[in-house]
């Protein structure tokens, strides 16, 4: 059975296996605010990335297991795909999240998905749930 990421209904609790992209909020005071945000993560991580127009931010909620099926470089492309039909700037993306437990049980896949993502900054974390927005500047930052 294929790992699948469905769309998600709510881009601020975007669930494992779920994908959702929403219009930026604002940053407020200089402050950037969760445009999208991950349900909590224990051993998940999430790929956040910004629309080419600056005008959107994607998030995908990724776990290492689907029931019985695990993450693997094959899945990579499905990843990818969401993020390009969503014309997302391959140079304002991140990974977040436990990517040191994505290292530890799905190496291939995680390196696979890395190499997919070149531009893409790290941010390994513990548990918690994570977010992302655009800042006044234009950037992709997290949120926390």
Same mark, same amino acid.
């Given at each position: 059975m294929p790992y699948t990421i469905n769309a998600g209904a709510n881009a601020l609790a975007i669930a494992e296996r779920e994908w959702a992209a929403a219009a930026n909020v604002a940053a407020v005071n200089g402050d950037t605010q969760p445009t999208i945000q991950f349900t909590a993560f224990t051993s998940c991580i999430g790929i956040? /990335?910004?629309? #080419?127009?600056?005008?959107? =931010?994607?998030?995908?909620?990724? %776990?290492?297991?689907?029931? &019985?099926? !695990?993450?693997? $470089? /094959?899945? =990579?492309?499905? #990843? !990818?795909?969401?993020?390009?039909?969503?014309?997302?700037?391959?140079?304002? =993306?991140? !990974?977040?999240?436990?990517? %040191?437990?994505?290292? $530890? %049980? =799905? &190496? $291939? /896949?995680?390196? /696979?998905? #890395? $190499?997919?993502?070149?531009?893409?900054? !790290?941010?390994?974390l513990g548990d918690g749930t994570y977010g992302a927005g655009i800042s006044a500047g234009g950037a992709l930052e997290p949120t926390y």
């Open positions: 956040a /990335a910004r629309n #080419v127009a600056a005008t959107q =931010v994607i998030g995908i909620h990724l %776990s290492i297991y689907d029931g &019985n099926t !695990i993450f693997t $470089a /094959a899945d =990579v492309p499905n #990843v !990818i795909a969401i993020l390009t039909a969503q014309n997302y700037d391959a140079n304002n =993306v991140f !990974i977040i999240g436990q990517t %040191s437990a994505w290292e $530890a %049980s =799905v &190496n $291939a /896949a995680y390196a /696979a998905l #890395v $190499a997919a993502l070149p531009n893409a900054q !790290i941010y390994t």
